[in-house]
């Protein structure tokens, strides 16, 4: 078995015991393979390993590997995106994790109306008030969420949010708490927002007993990045 295969299976039973202890179904926790800077071939390699979900940050990068990886992968796109490369990922990914205001979301629906496609996306929420952070703040988003309710070639699945870097996994606590009770708060029968895409490698079992449907995880499976 390779180092890769060992992390993932390692992963994935500490993602499921999380699950349990929770008094959740691990199949309600899907784990998002966090590929960023990683070779086209160790995509391929966590394939085989059993990952279904991979998660992409650059949008060249996106394309590029998927033209490599022939592997029936359910592919994210988890970085910040520009209004000017929506069209490189609209279609591509099959969830957008980081929509944080109406020009973007405009952008994509465009791009996926011209697609004749619908393109799921989730909404970032900036649950720490970070300046340097995306995302719309806790107050502002009810309203983008109608804003976005009307747009055709969309679907808001639900909530993201990047907590403060943490000393320490407890330390996230609190921002995950946060964006589980605003989606409690504002879901509707129409507009459930049944995932939540919260925690990484370092927070994700507390990302779990919060609430996480996706945990992104990166260096847990693939190891470091490589070096430029």
Known sequence: MSTL????????????????ASGRDPSSVTVVAVAKLQPASAVIEAAAAG???????????????????TAPLRWHFIGKLQRNKAKQVV???SL???V???ALAEEIAARARAAEIVQDVLVAVNTGGEAHKTGTDTQALPALLD????????????LMTMPPWPEHAEDSRPFFRT?????????????P?????????????VAIEEGATLVRIGTAIFGERPGP
């Open 51 to 69: 990952v279904t979900d991979v998660g992409e940050n650059y949008a060249q990068e996106l394309a590029a590997k998927q033209a490599e990886v």
């Open 91 to 93: 279609g591509r990914a």
């Open 147 to 158: 804003a976005l309710d009307a747009l055709d070639g969309i679907r808001v699945r639900g």
């Open 179 to 191: 964006l589980r009770q605003l989606r409690d708060a504002i879901a509707t029968d129409a507009r």
């Open 100 to 102: 944080d205001g109406l």
């Open 193 to 205: 927002l049944s995932v939540l895409s919260m925690g990484t490698s370092g927070d994700a079992i």
């Open 96 to 98: 957008i994790h980081a």
């Open 5 to 20: 295969a060992a992390r993932w299976i390692e992963v994935r039973a500490n993602v499921d015991a999380a699950a349990r």
